[in-house]
T-cell receptor, first 114, second 112 residues
Framework: DTGVSQDPRHKITKRGQNVTFRCDPI?????LYWYRQTLGQGPEFLTY????????KSRLLSDRFSAERPKGSFSTLEIQRTEQGDSAMYLC????????????FGSGTQLSVL | DQQVKQNSPSLSVQEGRISILNCDYT??????FLWYKKYPAEGPTFLIS?????DKNEDGRFTVFLNKSAKHLSLHIVPSQPGDSAVYFC???????????FGPGTRLSVLP
């Protein structure tokens, strides 16, 4: 196990289309986070799961965004009816509950909405 | 409303000298502070942290200082190396929440 894996690395889509990203956390990690990062800014929190339960969602997560972690392992983030403002790097991170201050990030999915 | 500020977007330092990266915050509920480092095309990686009950934490070439009364922390890298060239994010957290609030980052360039 080499770390947090995200797929795809890059996604180009047209405005109005739906997109889905996948994150595979480090296998023994029970917490999984989604962040969004735009140019010149730090990562912004979107949501996090503990096992399969979604425990917190940011106000940034509009109703067009939905995240799931059905079996407490991998997670998906779906954006419906994409807008140009959704263009960003979407980062996934995982951690152990006992060491939740240490997030392990994936390399991200770069979304470009044309 | 920016809770975390890193007022230097970029910093250039000569190899072997000290790098000092600063972070200011407004939320007095923050009680644990982390620094993350990010290379291009990679996700951020944890670097060093400090609890609010301490004013200094050291790990090799990296030292973080916390001044709670001033709501200010700084990361010192001594001696700086070219491999330290990256974007550094300050990321505080409260004991009640699980979401980290990342600062905008400082891009450090260490010149050989």
């Amino acid at each position: 196990d080499t770390g947090v894996s995200q797929d795809p690395r890059h996604k180009i889509t047209k405005r109005g289309q739906n997109v889905t990203f996948r994150c595979d956390p480090i296998s023994e990690h029970n917490r999984l986070y989604w962040y969004r990062q735009t140019l010149g800014q730090g990562p912004e929190f979107l949501t996090y799961f503990q096992n399969e339960a979604q425990l917190e969602k940011s106000r940034l997560l509009s109703d067009r965004f939905s995240a799931e972690r059905p079996k407490g392992s991998f997670s998906t983030l779906e954006i419906q009816r994409t807008e140009q403002g959704d263009s960003a790097m979407y980062l996934c991170a995982s951690s152990l509950v006992e060491e939740d201050e240490k997030l392990f990030f994936g390399s991200g999915t770069q979304l470009s909405v044309l | 409303d920016q809770q975390v500020k890193q007022n230097s977007p970029s910093l250039s330092v000569q190899e072997g000298r000290i790098s000092i990266l600063n972070c200011d915050y407004t939320n007095s509920m923050f009680d644990y502070f982390l620094w993350y480092k990010k290379y291009p095309a990679e996700g951020p990686t944890f670097l060093i942290s400090i609890s609010s009950i301490k004013d200094k934490n050291e790990d090799g070439r990296f030292t973080v200082f916390l001044n709670k009364s001033a709501k200010h922390l700084s990361l010192h890298i001594v001696p700086s190396q070219p491999g330290d060239s990256a974007v550094y994010f300050c990321a505080p957290i409260t004991v009640y929440g699980q979401n980290f609030v990342f600062g905008p980052g400082t891009r450090l360039s260490v010149l050989p």
